[in-house]
């Protein structure tokens, strides 16, 4: 008998509302490209507009500061150029946190020998004393600062305003990755240059993220990845997703609502901690000593491989994710547990679950009985392997 899933990895990919499935088909029913003039292309791009104003009212930026892209990865991609301007002195030198994503330390577009890592704390937030330290050494040229609001692994809340007043003192910018933060806790008034957010982590389509400008002075000219027409003012060419948009549009406006959600769903996320430690004691959880989004635990049993683990939770019908990536067949500690002092061999075991909408008690007391009973079995094959 197959188990009924449970789904708990909603940091990885939300599931689509219904609200965004209803937008996205009406959208579907469009006829016209939104660059035509007739009526059928001016519909279009009424639908376009419609979202990008929503998007923009829960980031809290005004929708001519919205340019739509292929995601949050396009969108860091984009805007963590050097060629970014606010009219000041050019950008020379780029600092990013340790446990920033893969989008960010890989996809930005500064030479190597121009970045700077801006070390973790034990609790997950980066280290003020360095970041202080690494401006006054800068002294003379423009930085640009990389720091994600809300960490995808750990859930851990970073203190962007705080860190922007001394960027911003030191006369640099600061680009902040918002797509795990977006729904979950406010993002209007981070004192960020700029911000990116993702619409299939708030239960919209997967292929839509935003680039939102909350800096009106910034600007990229000649700087566009994907180039051709004009679309979205020239920062990314090609006819626009209508569809895609328009979901992104209706998944905005729900995430604005979700505050009380979100309150639910932390104490969700504190029950499965206290009954995870109270079933296994020797239970590590990540980043508890800062304040972390309200949905997300990462946690990892002392000596069981979270790919092992994965595997048993998956046939018993949860679906949560590894802290763990994999590359070339090797499963390697994730950067992020690594950047905050974890011992690798801990942090090959880490687990994330992530809760959203429609997740209950019920769900976390299966799991938790799940996760009791695979580390049991999985110890116990483990003894006997080595009797």
Same mark, same amino acid.
Request: proline fraction near 5%; include cysteine.
């Given at each position: 008998?197959?188990?009924?899933?449970?789904?708990?990895?909603?940091?990885?990919?939300?599931?689509?509302?219904?609200? @965004? =499935? !209803?937008?996205? @088909?009406?959208?579907?029913?469009?006829?016209?490209?939104?660059?035509?003039?007739?009526?059928?292309? &001016?519909?279009?791009?009424?639908?376009?507009?419609?979202? %990008?104003?929503?998007?923009?009212?829960?980031?809290?930026?005004?929708? &001519?500061?919205?340019?739509?892209?292929?995601?949050?990865?396009?969108?860091?991609?984009?805007?963590?150029?050097?060629?970014?301007?606010?009219? +000041?002195?050019?950008?020379?030198?780029?600092?990013?946190?340790?446990?920033?994503?893969?989008?960010?330390?890989?996809?930005?577009?500064?030479?190597?020998? !121009?970045?700077?890592?801006?070390?973790?704390?034990?609790?997950?937030? $980066?280290?003020?004393?360095?970041?202080?330290?690494?401006?006054?050494?800068?002294?003379?040229? %423009?930085?640009?600062?990389?720091?994600?609001?809300?960490?995808?692994?750990?859930?851990?809340?970073?203190?962007?305003?705080?860190?922007?007043?001394?960027?911003?003192? #030191?006369?640099?910018? @600061? $680009?902040?990755?918002? @797509? /795990?933060? *977006?729904?979950?806790?406010?993002?209007?008034?981070?004192?960020?240059?700029?911000?990116?957010?993702? *619409?299939?982590?708030? +239960?919209?389509?997967?292929?839509? +993220?935003?680039?939102?400008? !909350?800096?009106?002075?910034?600007?990229?000219?000649? *700087?566009?990845?994907?180039?051709?027409?004009?679309?979205?003012?020239?920062?990314?060419?090609?006819?626009?997703?209508? #569809?895609?948009?328009?979901?992104?549009?209706?998944?905005?406006?729900?995430?604005?609502?979700?505050?009380?959600?979100?309150?639910?769903?932390?104490?969700? =996320?504190?029950?499965?901690?206290?009954?995870?430690? /109270?079933?296994?004691?020797?239970?590590?959880?990540?980043?508890?000593?800062? /304040?972390?989004?309200?949905?997300?635990?990462?946690?990892?049993?002392?000596?069981?491989?979270?790919?092992?683990?994965?595997?048993?939770?998956?046939? !018993?019908?949860?679906?949560?994710?590894?802290?763990?990536?994999?590359?070339?067949?090797?499963?390697?500690?994730?950067?992020?547990?690594?950047?905050?002092?974890?011992?690798?061999?801990? #942090?090959?075991?880490?687990? =994330?679950?992530?809760?959203?909408?429609?997740?209950?008690?019920?769900?976390?007391?299966?799991?938790?009985?799940?996760?009791?009973?695979?580390?049991?079995?999985?110890?116990? %094959?483990?003894?006997?392997?080595?009797?």
């Amino acid at each position: 008998m197959v188990p009924e899933r449970i789904y708990l990895d909603h940091n990885a990919t939300a599931p689509l509302l219904p609200a @965004v =499935r !209803a937008a996205m @088909v009406a959208a579907l029913d469009l006829t016209g490209n939104a660059s035509s003039i007739h009526a059928e292309g &001016r519909a279009a791009r009424a639908a376009i507009e419609q979202a %990008r104003a929503q998007v923009a009212g829960l980031i809290g930026v005004r929708p &001519r500061d919205i340019t739509f892209t292929s995601g949050g990865t396009e969108a860091a991609n984009l805007v963590l150029s050097p060629a970014l301007s606010d009219g +000041g002195k050019p950008l020379t030198r780029l600092f990013v946190a340790a446990g920033e994503h893969p989008c960010v330390l890989q996809g930005h577009r500064f030479p190597q020998d !121009a970045v700077q890592t801006i070390p973790l704390k034990a609790d997950g937030q $980066i280290d003020f004393g360095v970041l202080q330290a690494l401006l006054a050494q800068a002294s003379g040229e %423009r930085v640009l600062l990389a720091l994600q609001a809300a960490n995808n692994e750990t859930g851990v809340i970073q203190p962007v305003a705080e860190a922007a007043a001394l960027v911003h003192e #030191a006369g640099g910018l @600061v $680009i902040c990755d918002g @797509v /795990q933060a *977006a729904g979950r806790i406010p993002l209007a008034g981070l004192g960020a240059d700029a911000l990116f957010i993702s *619409a299939h982590k708030i +239960g919209g389509p997967k292929g839509m +993220g935003a680039l939102a400008f !909350a800096n009106t002075r910034l600007h990229m000219n000649g *700087a566009a990845l994907v180039k051709g027409g004009g679309q979205e003012k020239g920062l990314r060419a090609g006819t626009e997703n209508v #569809a895609g948009i328009a979901g992104f549009g209706a998944a905005a406006s729900e995430a604005v609502l979700q505050g009380s959600l979100m309150a639910g769903l932390g104490v969700l =996320r504190d029950r499965l901690e206290a009954e995870v430690a /109270q079933r296994l004691p020797d239970t590590v959880f990540f980043g508890q000593e800062a /304040q972390r989004l309200p949905q997300t635990t990462a946690f990892a049993v002392p000596g069981v491989p979270a790919e092992t683990l994965l595997i048993a939770l998956d046939l !018993a019908g949860f679906a949560v994710s590894s802290g763990s990536a994999c590359s070339s067949g090797k499963v390697q500690p994730s950067h992020v547990l690594l950047a905050m002092g974890v011992e690798p061999a801990l #942090a090959k075991g880490a687990l =994330r679950v992530s809760l959203g909408a429609g997740n209950t008690d019920r769900d976390i007391e299966a799991f938790c009985g799940a996760l009791d009973k695979a580390v049991s079995n999985i110890r116990a %094959r483990s003894q006997m392997s080595a009797a």
